[in-house]
């Protein structure tokens, strides 16, 4: 897809972090931008800011309900008439790492019913439609090299929806591909230095009803500052990614065409070359040096 303009794109947690950089790269090739998020005063701040650049509107969506996706939907298509663009984009952690057995049932609903659910629920309103328009379109899941390539094993719960994230993509870019559907999918994994988003405090939107109810020791390295400073104190890189460019770089992969979008390719490949080396000889393919980084 090289021409965007004029096309109609959603973003979902486009109010903030990765999802804002999308919609403003997008909006500079002359979208239709409908971005949708939980939090409705940092969506309509974000309209607000990024309708200097174009077309904005936005919709209070909560991904982990099949019945806001599909309003989501039903608001886009009463407004544009199509969807051609569809960024499955909101995510959350499980509220911080920790230890598999520390990990309650309601952290996998909370981030299964977001990371997972919510880009499923984002196909399943959308899909049917895109298909029955028979016009080019895009569906853009975002996963995260943390499970979508290397194992995690201190973020078990996030890792693990993430590779659920990137195998679901690829089951649909190949079906879609095999029907002869004008319609075609993509994995994005956001990359190029580290990302400052709103990922970090997630837990402001986690629904009570789905609360942790035990207590469990604070997982090290749980904000973003101390995060960096432990890279930096490890001589480690802890450069960080800018939103806009990382954007800029997701919306010129789209019109490359490219199903894996994401930076560092070459590293990512001898990094599961080791990976397959280690599931081939029966091994645990977890480089057990980073355990202790």
């Not at 997008?26 to 200097?52: M, S």
């Not at 008439?81 to 952690?93: E, I, Q």
């Amino acid at each position: 897809m090289e021409d965007l303009a004029g096309k109609v794109a959603v973003v979902t947690g486009g109010a903030s972090g990765v999802g804002k950089g999308l919609g403003r790269a997008l909006l500079d090739e002359g979208v239709k931008l409908v971005i949708a998020d939980i939090e409705e005063p940092v969506l309509e701040a974000a309209v607000a800011e990024l309708g200097q650049w174009g077309e904005v509107t936005g919709v209070v969506t909560d991904v982990s309900k099949s019945e806001s996706a599909d309003a989501l939907a039903d608001a886009v298509y009463d407004r544009h008439g199509a969807c051609h663009l569809l960024f499955n984009n909101a995510g959350v952690t499980s509220g911080g790492g920790g230890k598999p057995w520390e990990q309650e049932p309601k952290d996998w609903y909370w981030c299964f019913g977001v990371n997972v659910f919510g880009v499923v629920h984002g196909v399943l309103a959308f899909v049917p439609r895109m298909l029955a328009s028979g016009e080019p379109g895009l569906i853009v899941n975002t996963s995260s090299g943390d499970g979508g390539f290397a194992p995690v094993p201190y973020a078990s719960v996030y890792a693990s929806s993430k590779a659920a994230v990137s195998c679901f993509t690829e089951a649909l870019a190949s079906q879609l591909e095999t029907e002869g559907t004008n319609v075609r999918a993509a994995v994005f994994y956001p990359s190029g230095g580290l990302l400052d988003t709103g990922l970090w405090t997630a837990d402001r939107n986690r629904p009570t009803e789905l609360a942790r109810e035990r207590s469990r020791p604070v997982a090290p390295k749980t904000t973003f500052a101390d995060y960096r400073r432990a890279l930096e104190d490890a001589g480690r890189s802890a450069d960080v990614m800018d939103v806009y460019e990382l954007g800029k770089f997701a919306v010129q992969g789209v019109k490359d065409g490219r199903f894996i979008i994401s930076f560092n390719l070459d590293e990512i490949g001898d990094m599961l070359h080791q990976r397959a080396d280690a599931i081939r000889e029966s091994r645990l393919p977890v480089n057990m040096s980073d355990l202790h980084a």
